[in-house]
């Protein structure tokens, strides 16, 4: 019984204390993602031209930094996009660091976070939602306007299989940065002429809610140099990216993987630590009835208020005194 009281107990501790503090972010977090966009606009720096119709292919790679976050309740990830186009020709590198709470997925400050080498405060969620994602909104950093930005629930669709939210967020055109370029790129009869870069995004992120796993990721982004008027004048990049089939496959399996080791840890081995516990105690509370029971049974008999002796008395006839058993009942004539 004290075993199965003891069982019943874990049980019951186990999804609300035990297993949180395993469900977390993985320290050596290895993985990589490639997005696909099909006639997209890009900037020829060469030429300083644009080339429409162009294909192009987004690699994500994510590298966990074990050490850094080893010490504490964070994880940090190094982060490497690389855009190219169909001719391997590059269009763009950024890099990222940053760290996270191992449980919420929120950013947090420090491990000497940055974005393309320049230092950078994270805020919000980055590139993974938290386990056990809700029907709201969630602040989602963004590293090339360096903000958070509100990511809303918008609906539940089914995606590879898997019950996903879907959420959306974005980014109104904001300038990024000024860079000098030849003055006729806008317009200008002067020979260079500052010209603000601005940025604007529509990012759609399908999530597994049980894992926190983005299944599928869709960013329409646009980058254009405006003029000091502040009209459009050049494209650097008009394209749709999105998750190609592979990656969604992947990521899939990622989240499966994760929600069936959750299950495990806060419903099926708590379960069964459970009903193997009720199954002790109510073992060990038959025993003890049991035992009651015989011990009740073998206790002495009184006779006309005096102990019973199962010795035969001397002043009785042996041949008239009828059998008395071992267990103190008299045993049944035939």
């Keep these: 019984m004290a075993v199965g009281t003891f069982l019943i107990v874990g049980a019951l501790a186990m999804p609300l204390y035990v297993a949180p503090s395993l ?8 993985s990589e993602t490639v997005s696909r966009a099909e006639n997209a606009t890009v900037l020829d720096f060469g030429t300083l031209s644009e080339r429409s119709g162009v294909n192009l292919t987004a690699i994500r790679a994510v590298r966990g930094d074990v050490e850094a976050g080893q010490k504490a309740d964070r ?16 269009i763009t590198v950024s890099r990222d660091r940053v760290a996270l709470d191992r449980r919420t997925a929120e950013a ?8 393309n080498g320049t230092p950078a405060k994270h805020q919000g969620l980055t590139y993974t939602f938290p386990f056990g994602t809700e029907k709201k909104t969630y602040q989602y950093f963004d590293n090339t306007a360096l903000k958070a930005y509100p990511a809303k629930y918008v609906g539940t669709e089914q995606l590879q299989g898997l019950t996903v939210y879907r959420f959306e967020m974005t980014v109104e055109p904001v300038k990024v940065s000024e860079i000098k370029v030849p003055g006729h ?10 010209a603000g870069r601005y940025y604007a995004n529509t990012r759609t992120l399908w999530v597994e809610p049980a894992s926190g796993v ?19 004048k050049i494209k650097i990049i008009d394209a749709t990216l999105a998750f190609d089939e592979k990656t969604q496959q992947q990521q899939a399996k990622a989240a499966r993987d994760a929600s069936q080791q959750i299950n495990l840890l806060t419903l099926i081995v708590p379960l069964a630590v459970g009903v193997l516990g009720l199954i002790l105690v109510a ?24 102990p019973n002796d199962d010795r035969p008395s001397e002043a009785a006839d042996p041949a008239d005194e009828p059998t008395v058993p071992a267990g103190g009942r008299h045993s049944v004539e035939r």
């Design 23 to 30: 469900v977390k972010v993985p320290l050596d977090q290895s």
């Design 75 to 90: 994880a940090v990830f190094n982060v490497g996009v690389r855009v190219t186009d169909d001719a391997g020709k590059e």
């Design 108 to 115: 947090v400050a420090c491990c000497a976070e940055d974005v």
């Design 185 to 194: 790129l806008l317009g200008s009869t002067e020979q260079t002429v500052d």
């Design 214 to 232: 983005i299944v599928k990721g869709q960013e329409k982004q646009l980058q254009t140099l405006r003029d000091a008027s502040g009209a459009d």
């Design 283 to 306: 073992l060990g509370a038959l025993f003890l009835l049991r035992g009651s029971r015989r011990g009740a049974s073998g206790a002495s008999v009184a006779t006309d208020g005096g």
